[in-house]
């Protein structure tokens, strides 16, 4: 969590408030205390030099964002404004010079990076599908700066949904120092969430193209989880190393598949393996386990 918010613990359930408020109207507040009403006005006039397109917005904002009751105010503002303009938006009442435009909205969540994560990534925890898409993509798009807030709201974290969500974003983030980040949470105590972060794993490997040694390196932890105790779980990395599409984690599969009585793989997972093996080799979804079977005893014969 950003040390600007740490000592708010307030403005994270606000934040969680705020999303889930989104779609209704807003309860009356309750009466403002004078430092308060000073606030509120502060960031009203914030809001109306980005409201007006005034040039000395970018600049502002930023001043702004070094006081963090003010951030977090400003922060919450067009979270609200984002969700809601969205909202207007799906429902075609958007108006050309309206200030509706969930993009501008969001592009300033963007910029107010390490102000608005660690309140973005409460937002994963609402029930609304849209507002989750909506806060994750904008998480995605601040990229490194809300690695360090997601990992503390994992940290936090007991519901195994939520962290889920959370392995998600990081893996859209993507970028070698996340295998790391994802080696942490291999080990998890929740099968669901070492599932996803298996699957994860693999998914971040295209951001890294060929950078041999960071392929290498998720190959390794993949294979962990071969050898999970749940059934699950290796079938999540069977995937993860499918998602990496290339020719070792290829190998691995069909070596895994080869010896799939010797390994005692019940039949679900060795249906998860021939899925996998006929999207990656471009094999007709009508092969039967028996002549997949058959294709692998041949290559083996070849010595291939």
């Known amino acids: 969590m950003s040390p600007r918010f740490a ?34 006005a502060r960031v ?12 000395t917005w970018p600049s502002a904002r930023d001043e702004a ?17 984002m969700l809601r303009a969205h909202e ?5 009442a958007a108006m050309v010079g309206s200030w509706t435009d969930f993009r501008e909205h969001q592009a300033q969540l963007v910029a107010m990076g390490d102000a ?35 990992q503390s709201s994992f940290a936090a974290s007991s519901d195994a949904a939520e962290r889920r969500e959370i392995l998600s974003v990081l893996a859209s983030i993507g970028g070698v120092p996340m295998i790391e980040v994802f080696a942490r949470y291999l080990g998890d105590p ?12 693999g998914r971040i490997a295209a951001s890294f193209g060929a950078d041999a040694a ?26 993860g190393l499918a998602e990496m599409a290339d020719a070792e ?29 006929r999207r990656t080799t471009r094999m007709p979804g009508a092969v039967r386990v028996d002549e997949f079977e058959a294709w692998l005893a041949r290559r083996r014969g070849n010595g291939s």
Do not use: M
């Open 7 to 40: 000592s708010h613990p307030a403005a994270l359930a606000a934040a969680l408030a705020l999303c889930a408020a989104c779609s209704t109207e807003p309860e009356a507040p309750p009466p403002l205390s004078a430092s308060e009403e000073e606030e509120k």
């Open 44 to 55: 009203e006039r914030l809001v109306a030099l980005y409201q007006t397109g005034d040039p």
């Open 65 to 81: 964002l070094e006081d963090p009751r003010i951030a977090e105010l400003l922060v919450q503002n067009f979270i609200r404004a």
């Open 88 to 92: 207007r938006e799906r429902a075609g």
């Open 116 to 150: 608005a994560a660690p309140l973005l990534a409460v937002g994963l925890r609402a029930d609304d599908k849209v507002v989750v898409a909506l806060v994750k993509d904008t998480l995605v798009q601040i990229g490194a700066r809300a690695v360090a807030p997601l």
């Open 190 to 201: 929740e099968w669901q969430v070492r599932g996803e972060a298996y699957l994860s794993l």
């Open 214 to 239: 960071a392929r290498q390196r998720v190959r390794e932890l993949l294979v962990r989880g071969l050898k999970d105790g749940d059934a699950f779980v290796r079938r999540q990395a069977v995937k």
């Open 249 to 277: 984690a290829l190998a691995l599969l069909i070596s895994r598949y080869a010896r799939a009585q010797e390994l005692r793989l019940s039949v679900e997972e060795r249906q998860d393996l021939l899925q996998v093996l």
